[in-house]
C-alpha cells in the first residue's frame, strides 16, 4: 500500500512564538485566543479539508515577555471538548504536562474527551520546557531531564493502564438479568512504580477508539527514546530537509528497536506554508511577514526561553555569546545547545544570535500551489515526515492553501479525498489497542 500524507492544523491566534507582529493584523482578531468560535471555525476549516487533527499547544508559565498568543489562551481540554460538539471527523490533540499533572486526573479527562468526540482524542506528552512552571505548583526547582523523562514514561504507562480499566464488553445493561456491569470486566491497576502509586479503576470506559492516541514532541535523547518506546504520533522540529530525515529515520530505528511497528508511529514536521498565486508573489509576502515580525527585544526574550526565561538584556549585546550552559539543563536542553555550539563555532555575538532566530522560522514550502505541493511531495518521497503540521497566520492564508495545494496533492495520490474512518486512529492508520485484560485471558484461554 502507498504512503499517504497526514496533515494537521496548529492554530496560534494572535501569534506564537517568533510571530511577534501578527496580532497587529487587522486581520486576527485581538481575543482570537480566548474566543472559542475561533477555535471552532479553524477546527471545522481543518475537517473541511480532510486534516487528521486540531492541535493545541501549551504552557502553565509566563511573563510580560512571552508571546502573545502564550499570554491570554484556552486550557486545551476545555477547549477541545466546545469544539468536540461542532466537528465530527477531525482529531483533538491537546497538550498536557506529564510533570505538572497526576495520572488519574489526566487520563480521566482525556477519556472524557475521547468519548465526547467520538474517538477523536490525542493527548501531546510534554514534560514542560519553562522551568519557571514549578514554582506554580509549589516546587522551588523543576526536575532534572532524566527524572522528568523517567516520571512521563511511567506516567503514559499508568495512563494505559487505568484507560483499560473496563473491558470493552463490561456494560451489559441486561435489565432481564438485573445486570447493569459485569463486574468480572473491572479491573484494578494497582501500580507501585518510582513516581506513582495508583490503585484505579477509572470511572469511565474505553472509547470507539480504545485509547487516546499518544503524541509526544521530545528532540533531546530521552525525548526521542520516549517517542519510540510510548508515541504513536510525534510532532518533529523540521528544519533542513537532512535534518528532518536524519530525525525521520533515528525514530523509525529505535521504534524498531523496541519492538514496535514503525509504520505505528507517525512524525509531523512543523511547517508554516507562505502561498500566494505566483512563486514571486508568495516570496514577497515572506519577506514581509519577515519584517512584520521583526523584533528585536522579543526575539531576545524568546532565546531566553531555552535557558529558563533567562534575561540576556543584562548582557553586553556585541561581546561573544555568555556562558549560560548550565541554564539550560533542567530547560531546552537540546535546543540550548545546539545554540551555544552554533555560537562558538561561528564566534557570534549574543545579538547576532538572537537575530538568527527570525532566519530559523523560514518555512520551506513557500510559493504558489504547484510549487509548494512540489515541495511537499519532495519531502514526503524523501522520507523526511509522514505528515506535516501546519500552522498560518490568517483565515486568509489557511484557505489559500485548503484551495490550492490540498486538490494538487490528491490529483497526485498523495492526500485522501475522504476521511477513511470515524477515530483519529483510523483516520492516522494506527490499530486500535486490545484490552490488556481481555489479551490476557484469550491468551490464557489458549
Known amino acids: 500500500m502507498s504512503r499517504t500524507l497526514h496533515l494537521a492544523l496548529h492554530p496560534y491566534g494572535v501569534g506564537g512564538p517568533g510571530q511577534h507582529g501578527l496580532w497587529k493584523d487587522p486581520r486576527v482578531a485581538k481575543n482570537a485566543s480566548i474566543d472559542i468560535g475561533y477555535y471552532i471555525r479553524q477546527a471545522q476549516a481543518a475537517e473541511h479539508a480532510l486534516f487528521d487533527a486540531l492541535f493545541i499547544v501549551d504552557s502553565q508559565f509566563i511573563n510580560a515577555t512571552y508571546p502573545a498568543h502564550y499570554l491570554n489562551r484556552l486550557e486545551p481540554l476545555t477547549l477541545l471538548s466546545a469544539v468536540a460538539t461542532h466537528t465530527r471527523h477531525v482529531g483533538l490533540v491537546g497538550t498536557a504536562s506529564s510533570t505538572y499533572n497526576s495520572p488519574f486526573n489526566l487520563a480521566r479527562r482525556f477519556a472524557s474527551l475521547d468519548h465526547i468526540s ?3 482524542a490525542g493527548w501531546n506528552v510534554v514534560t514542560s520546557f519553562d522551568t519557571g512552571t514549578s514554582r506554580n505548583f509549589g516546587l522551588e526547582e523543576h526536575l532534572d531531564y532524566t527524572t522528568r523523562y523517567r516520571r512521563a514514561l511511567e506516567f503514559v504507562q499508568v495512563a494505559r493502564g487505568l484507560w483499560d480499566s473496563y473491558e ?13 456491569l ?46 519510540a518506546r510510548v508515541a504513536e504520533g510525534i510532532y518533529a522540529p523540521g528544519g533542513p530537509l537532512e535534518q528532518a530525515r536524519e ?23 512543523h511547517g508554516g506554508p507562505v502561498v500566494a498565486t505566483t512563486d514571486e508573489a508568495a516570496r514577497r509576502r515572506e519577506r514581509e511577514i519577515f519584517e512584520e515580525d521583526h523584533d528585536f527585544d522579543r526575539n531576545l526574550a524568546l532565546l531566553g526561553r531555552s535557558f529558563g526565561a533567562y534575561d540576556f538584556s543584562v548582557h553586553d549585546l556585541d561581546a561573544p555569546f555568555p556562558d549560560v550552559a548550565h541554564l539550560a539543563e533542567k530547560g531546552g536542553r537540546t535546543g540550548a545547545a545546539k545554540l551555544i555550539a ?5 564566534n557570534l555575538t549574543l545579538r547576532q544570535v538572537a537575530e538568527s532566530l527570525s532566519e530559523f522560522r523560514r518555512s520551506p514550502f513557500v510559493g504558489a500551489p504547484e510549487t509548494v505541493a512540489d515541495t511537499i511531495g519532495q519531502w514526503f518521497a524523501a522520507g523526511a515526515f509522514d505528515g506535516i503540521n501546519l500552522a498560518f497566520r490568517t483565515d486568509e492564508d489557511l484557505e489559500l492553501f485548503v484551495d490550492g495545494v490540498v486538490p494538487i496533492l490528491q490529483k497526485r495520490g498523495l492526500y485522501r479525498t475522504e476521511y477513511p474512518a470515524d477515530t483519529l486512529r483510523g483516520n492516522l492508520g494506527l490499530p486500535v489497542p486490545v484490552n490488556r485484560w481481555t489479551r490476557e485471558r484469550s491468551s490464557a484461554n489458549g
Open 247 to 269: 530525525y525521520y529515520a533515528d525514530i523509525k530505528r529505535r521504534t524498531v528497536a523496541y519492538g514496535r511497528d514503525p509504520e505505528h508511529i507517525k512524525i509531523f514536521i
Open 342 to 346: 552554533r555560537a562558538k563555532a561561528e
Open 168 to 180: 470493552d464488553d463490561a456494560f451489559p445493561a441486561d435489565v432481564e438479568r438485573n445486570l447493569f
Open 118 to 120: 467520538g474517538g477523536r
Open 182 to 227: 459485569d463486574p468480572s470486566r473491572l479491573h484494578r491497576l494497582d501500580h507501585e512504580g518510582e513516581h506513582f502509586k495508583v490503585a484505579g479503576p477509572l470511572n469511565i470506559s474505553r472509547s470507539p477508539q480504545g485509547q487516546p492516541v499518544i503524541f509526544q514532541a521530545g528532540v533531546s535523547e530521552e525525548g526521542r527514546d520516549l517517542a
